[in-house]
């Protein structure tokens, strides 16, 4: 668990590459939630997310032998930016694994930042394949690893944003909000808070499809999970990280519930005991619909990892007039993603849905359908013949996009009083995973 002190040393070793990130007010999520919110701006780095603190802290530590043997690391995308960042400002050669889902900007992006010091190497579909990559690369070569979060000086690095917070908020921060994929920023950040300001709460966001710290604390310690969804490249961890779960559980952590929600973001100014400290989960769809809000109203591109604290915020017991944090951890997020970005927000919003629909083969079974079934605010969005032998009714996939999410019973009722067959694919059936 790395102490106050190293973090405070940790700021000052890393002063020089990371300058200090704006923590600024938003008056849409104040007013959402009556609460004073504040986003820290961890997407404004060099590297565009916070990622660089923990690797240039933990590089700048290494000795002549260890820079020698040059360094190996494994990462969903930003942990390696900001390797390759250190390697090429320290001279330091470096091999990076990464999935090979790791979106393109990224892999754009560590390239330029390493130049010639580096070599980037797409391996498997999860970050846990190019970890065990970048493992035997190191047990094969002698290289030194720089882990992503599961290292002390990792952490140490990461939780230099909360000396940061802590300087910048004019008042007590009462509740810190924070994203958690393998969880050495969680670790580094509970670690300064549980010295230096030990009435704030805190609450980690894992994204539902990768909840590995969740897991972990259910079982008692770290497990692997069967699989993940890649959605959120930045935390889709199969498994935590050792030491970020033996700092969340030592400070006593509880799994976020409807029952428990305002123990976890009650106010503590009184000092007495230490502060509640939960884990959460939101679905991607949520996610995908704080992205575009950041996007629309404060005009920040938030990576889906980078809109974990956001989307946690509405569900969460927040105490009026308290001072809450939201960390945005990252803005690598590739343009060519919003696309699929735009359908999980309006699926998780329930004004996007698909049918397979069998119209009977005669004329204006078409028309029938626009005028009978769907309707006035509805859209059609996407509209598909399948092909098939019978003669008498013609299949076809529609994707219908409502005008309001309460307008979905009305439209099933007319499905079922009109001529037509109509079967709703449901999210998170084996038929909707195809088609999407």
């Known amino acids: 668990m790395p102490s106050a002190a190293d973090i405070d040393a940790a700021a000052e070793r890393i002063s020089a590459v990371v300058s200090p990130t704006p923590l600024e007010p938003s008056p849409r999520l104040s007013a959402l939630t009556g609460a004073n919110v504040y986003l820290k701006r961890e997407d404004l780095t060099r590297v565009r997310s916070f990622k660089l603190r923990g690797a240039y802290n933990a590089m700048a530590q290494l000795d002549a032998s260890e820079r020698a043997a040059g360094v190996v690391a494994a990462s969903a995308g930003n942990h390696a930016q900001g390797v390759a960042y250190a390697c090429r400002a320290m001279g330091i050669r470096g091999r990076i694994y990464v999935p090979t889902r790791t979106p393109k900007q990224k892999r754009d992006r560590i390239r330029v930042h390493g130049g010639d010091f580096v070599e980037l190497i797409g391996i498997g579909d999860t ?39 802590v300087q910048q908020l004019h008042g007590d921060l009462d ?79 509880e799994i976020v519930t409807h029952s428990n929600l305002p123990l976890v973001a009650a106010l503590r100014r009184d000092g007495l005991g230490s502060a509640p400290f939960g884990m959460a989960q939101v679905d991607e769809g949520a996610i995908c619909t704080a992205m575009l809000d950041l996007y629309q109203n404060e005009g920040i591109i938030a990576e889906p990892a980078g809109a974990l604290s956001v ?27 919003y696309g699929e970005i735009i359908e999980r927000s309006l699926v998780h919003r329930g004004l996007k849905h698909y049918f397979l629909v069998d119209f009977p083969q005669e004329p204006g079974a078409l028309r029938r359908f626009l005028d009978e079934v769907l309707g006035p605010d509805d859209d059609i969005t996407l509209f598909e013949y399948v092909k098939r032998n019978n003669r008498e009714t013609g299949a076809a996939l529609v994707g219908i996009e409502l005008g309001a999410a309460e307008n979905l019973s009305s439209l099933l009722h007319r499905m079922d009083v009109s001529p037509v067959e109509a079967q709703r694919l449901e999210p998170g059936s084996p038929a909707y995973r195809y088609l999407t």
């Open 127 to 165: 970050f846990d394949a190019a970890a065990a990559a970048a493992a035997e690369d190191v047990a094969r070569t002698g290289a030194t690893l720089i882990p992503p979060f599961d290292d002390a000086r990792t952490a140490a690095g990461q939780g230099t944003i909360a000396h940061e917070i």
């Open 175 to 253: 509740l810190l909000v924070v994203p958690v994929g393998g969880g050495g920023l969680i670790a580094g950040l509970a670690s300064y808070l549980s010295e230096r300001s030990p009435h704030t709460s805190i609450v980690g966001v894992e994204p539902a499809g990768a909840a590995s710290m969740t897991a972990a604390l259910v079982a008692g310690g770290p497990v692997t999970l069967p699989e993940v969804e890649p959605f959120v490249d930045g935390a889709a961890v199969k498994r935590i990280g050792d030491l970020p779960y033996a700092v969340v559980s030592r400070l006593g952590a």
């Open 311 to 337: 989307a946690a915020l509405e569900s969460l017991a927040v105490h009026p007039d308290a001072n809450v944090v939201c960390l945005v951890s990252g803005g690598n997020n590739d343009v060519s993603r």
